[in-house]
């Protein structure tokens, strides 16, 4: 019996975010392969947005193309807060489903509600004109994904009680994290009585290599499985969960994830609190919670490689190599022309659009005093 939407959806989505680049161009001939084996396990849900470049059009030209219209669910977004008129809001949906190649979407986000980008969806009246859209088929299932605490996101569904479904971040390290709050949301959902699609189960990537005491308590417990397993099984193990998503970036990731997710098994109790232990143990490592979205970047006046940065900074926060650290930066500024931590002129952008919530300017003047010589 059916008791919520998408309860009959494998657990494992394709977060299309993160795809193989090759000189900063998606990979079409890898994502085509990674597509194959993802379809060929029995899942079947690719999750986009009108705000990731070239990913709408790798979808098309990698499983829309390629694949019968009814193998397939296809999720997008609209972060409505980039526009500067209500027609231009409204078009992203049109845009989105050219760029795609389809005549509808299965489940269509508003996308990154939450702090000051909430308003931006009630100026330009965007849950009345994509409910006519959802009216008129272009849209089946109508949802927002969220990133604030949780009681900004109780006003929002007491406001909007015709949404669907919420997609949260929620991973093991960020379940009891103040500035997330994953526990509360989650929480808050259910009370409502919404489905989740759970966003960011590693964490951006950060699971996958925790800190080696972490790895060492996985893999007591089971030598043979990944640390991304342990948190996708974990995210995928809570009640009401339509599915997780998995933002993977190569074919060793699809196959790894599939490995443990074909015929998933959801936690022990045992298990449960294996991955106590590892939360309780990241809490204890002061690193910069960033994901690597990038929402940071795309106003950046001075092309700052802000995750980069932030990346080489938790590199020596969390195994205490300031060599490799430096090393990491280096690369990810210079070697990509981006611009460094001590370009930043303190115009605020990046941390009005930071889902992470990270104090964005003090943490790049530290570390240009680490990473710069």
């Keep these: 019996m059916k008791e919520y939407l998408g309860q009959e959806i494998k657990k494992l989505g394709f977060g299309m975010m993160r795809l193989p680049q090759n000189d900063g161009v998606i990979d079409l001939e890898q994502t085509k392969e990674m597509v194959d084996l993802y379809m060929n396990a029995g899942f079947n849900y690719f999750d986009t947005s009108w705000g990731y470049p070239g990913s709408e059009e790798a979808i098309k030209a990698a499983v829309v193309d390629r694949y019968p219209r009814e193998q397939y ?7 409505v807060w980039i526009a500067k008129t209500a027609e231009a809001a409204q078009q992203m949906l049109d845009t989105s489903l050219e760029r795609a190649g389809v005549e509808y979407f299965d489940y269509y ?7 000051h980008r909430t308003h931006f969806f009630d100026d330009y009246d965007i849950w009345n004109y994509m409910a006519k859209k959802k009216e008129e088929g272009v849209i089946k299932h109508l949802g927002f994904s969220f990133h604030d605490k949780a009681d900004a996101l109780d006003e929002i569904l007491k406001a909007h009680p015709e949404m669907e479904f919420v997609q949260l971040q929620i991973n093991y390290a960020d379940w009891e994290n103040p500035s997330v709050e994953a526990r509360k949301c989650y929480e808050v959902a259910r009370k409502h009585k919404k489905p989740v699609i759970i966003m960011e189960p590693v964490k951006g990537g950060t699971l996958a290599n925790p800190p080696k005491q972490v790895t ?12 991304s397993s342990w948190a996708i099984r974990y995210a995928a193990s809570l009640d009401g969960v339509i599915t997780v998503l998995s ?7 699809v196959k790894d994830n599939i490995s443990y997710m074909k015929d998933f098994k959801a936690l022990t109790k045992e298990e449960y609190e294996v991955v106590e232990k590892a939360r309780v143990c990241l809490a204890s490592y002061p690193t910069i919670p960033c994901t690597s979205c990038t929402y940071c970047m795309k106003g950046c006046p001075k092309s700052i490689a ?21 090393g990491k930066y280096n690369w990810n500024t210079k070697g990509h022309r981006w611009g460094k931590a001590s370009d930043c002129v303190e115009c605020g952008k990046c941390e009005e659009v930071c889902p992470q919530h990270i104090s964005i300017r003090a943490e790049l003047k530290a570390a240009a005093v680490l990473l710069e010589d």
């Design 73 to 79: 669910l296809l999720a997008s977004k609209c972060p």
């Design 109 to 115: 986000l508003l996308h990154n509600l939450g702090e």
């Design 216 to 227: 060492d308590y996985f893999k007591a417990a089971d030598p043979a499985a990944s640390p």
């Design 247 to 253: 933002g993977m970036s190569s074919v060793e990731q």
């Design 306 to 326: 802000i995750y980069g940065t932030f990346e080489a900074v938790n590199i020596e926060k969390m195994y205490g190599d300031l060599e490799a650290a430096k």
